[in-house]
Nanobody
Framework: QVQLLESGGGSVQAGGSLQLSCAVS????????LAWFRQSPGKAREGLVA??????????AIADAGHGRFDASHDNLNNIFYLQGHNLQPGDPAIYYC?????????????????????WGQGTQVTVSS
């Protein structure tokens, strides 16, 4: 059973930056499809960044809400998945989740669809202060 554990949440000043980490417990796979999602109160969970660890070119999908401000990376040696966020805005406070898909063959809109991901962390809260 894959376990994912997020860390690094907290309060960030508006315009500031954050880095969240997601430790993936299962190291038996040589390739994974990982993603970062977030959910604000009363809103649906939305995908931010999807990342195929078998590709070296960076994220395979970034949501419109994340373009230019969010990025992801993966430490293959330690199996840690990162989210970097910049210029945080009042619309960014949420619980941020990392997730892993059971199926590597995701494409297009499925890359950032919550239903495409089978394994989830418990989430880490991010708030933005003015």
């Amino acid at each position: 059973q894959v376990q994912l554990l997020e860390s690094g949440g907290g309060s960030v000043q508006a315009g500031g930056s954050l880095q969240l980490s997601c430790a993936v417990s299962d190291d038996t796979k040589s390739r994974r499809m990982l993603a970062w999602f977030r959910q604000s109160p009363g809103k649906a969970r939305e995908g931010l960044v999807a990342f195929d660890t078998g590709r070296s070119s960076g994220p395979v999908a970034i949501a419109d809400a994340g373009h230019g401000r969010f990025d992801a990376s993966h430490d293959n040696l330690n199996n840690i998945f990162y989210l970097q966020g910049h210029n945080l805005q009042p619309g960014d406070p949420a619980i941020y989740y990392c997730a892993e898909a059971a199926d590597l063959a995701l494409w297009g809109p499925y890359l950032l669809l919550p239903a495409s991901y089978a394994y989830w962390g418990q989430g880490t809260q991010v708030t933005v202060s003015s």
